[in-house]
């Protein structure tokens, strides 16, 4: 069975940071590349960040360039997306999500996989 699951959302303050994870089991997630979204109310899925399945090629939006960071841990299933510098128009639901290839991308149509979603909420 595939279990993509996303955790470490949370309230923060402005300025502040928090670390997402995603742990995944049931597939060869090492295989392939790996993307965060995230979704404001009211608003369109934004995709943030990816990561290659090997030799770690990422990219950032422009959005979260130079204040997030994605990585991956190989072998044990799992990446991470670092966030600092928090503002409230980072406020929203975000998840992880596997692609179909090992190339990145920040279009959804080309994810299979998508965990449940963390809540992270930037307030004072």
């Known amino acids: 069975e595939v279990q993509l699951q996303a955790s470490g959302g949370g309230l923060v303050q402005p300025g502040g940071s928090l670390t997402l994870s995603c742990v995944a089991s049931g597939f060869a997630f090492d295989a392939y590349a790996i993307g965060w979204f995230r979704q404001a109310p009211g608003k369109d899925r934004e995709g943030i960040s990816c990561?290659?399945?090997?030799?770690?090629?990422?990219y950032y939006a422009d959005s979260v360039k130079g204040r997030f960071t994605i990585s991956r841990e190989y072998g044990k299933s799992a990446a991470y997306l670092q966030m600092s510098s928090l503002k409230p128009e980072d406020t929203a639901v975000y998840y992880c999500a596997v692609n179909r290839r090992a190339v990145p991308s920040v279009d959804p149509s080309t994810y299979a996989y998508w965990g449940q979603g963390t809540l992270v909420t930037v307030s004072s």
């Open positions: 990561i290659s399945s090997r030799n770690n090629n990422t």
